[in-house]
């Protein structure tokens, strides 16, 4: 890889960094509007 492959793995590492926080982030987005379903569900059973 002629002294490029230090790059390349970075570029290879910081990619997959960026995946599995885009991973978590939209796993907390699904849980923060599950959780603001369930309020209103539950809002609707009390009327």
């Given amino acids: 890889m002629e002294g490029h492959g230090f790059y390349l793995a970075m570029s290879y590492g910081m990619a997959a960094v960026a995946i599995v926080v885009e991973l978590v982030a939209l796993a907390l987005g699904r849980a923060r509007a599950w959780k603001q379903v369930e309020e209103e569900r539950s809002l ?4």
């Fill in 44 to 47: 609707e059973a009390q009327d």
